[in-house]
């Protein structure tokens, strides 16, 4: 099981992955960065985000790009920093026909196995895409809804839950 669980949660540029990847080199000269991103070669901005990502890391990360299937790699007695819950359930959900009680269902059978990885700690990134007001696209609602359920349900199992705002760190749980 693991041993810790930290949620760091906020808007988009609020300082989420640095302040993750400050704890987790707090934590483990080693620690694991597993990237749950799809790189698409002809989306240029999301490449430069990923190379930003990768810039500020140095050569003592473990990096894994894993899209779906996090638990399937020997984490075991590592620190591992998983960017982004976002990205994680946009991958279950086109994957599951943009249904949000199967894609609920994966993410949740997924996150349980993950957390069964002995002597981990894990430290998850995560949006709050909640916080405005409700869409007029349908998809987006859709999705909005299984972010929320995604992210409660990590909080509810997280020892630490911290939400960014404008790059500082609000304790929310601890």
Request: glycine share 6%; net charge negative; aromatic share 6%.
């Amino acid at each position: 099981m693991a041993k810790r669980i930290i949620m760091i949660t906020g808007g988009q540029r609020s300082g989420k992955s640095e302040q993750a990847e400050a704890i987790a080199t707090s934590l483990s000269v080693t620690p694991v960065y597993l990237a749950t991103a799809i790189a698409d070669p002809s989306d240029e901005e999301m490449q430069r985000r990923i190379a930003s990502h990768r810039a500020r890391r140095g050569s003592q990360w473990t990096n894994i790009e894993e899209p779906l299937h996090l638990a399937a790699h020997d984490l075991t007695g590592r620190t591992v920093l998983i960017d982004c819950i976002t990205m994680w359930i946009t991958n279950i959900f086109f994957g599951n026909n943009e249904d949000v009680q199967r894609s609920y269902e994966v993410f949740a059978e997924e996150l349980q196995r993950l957390i069964e990885i002995p002597d981990t700690t894990l430290i998850f990134v995560t949006n709050e895409i909640g916080l405005g007001g409700i869409s007029a696209n349908s998809l987006q609602r859709r999705f909005t809804d299984l972010q929320g359920l995604a992210n409660r349900l990590v909080a509810v199992k997280a020892d630490e839950v911290i939400m960014m705002i404008s790059g500082i760190p609000l304790m929310i749980k601890q």
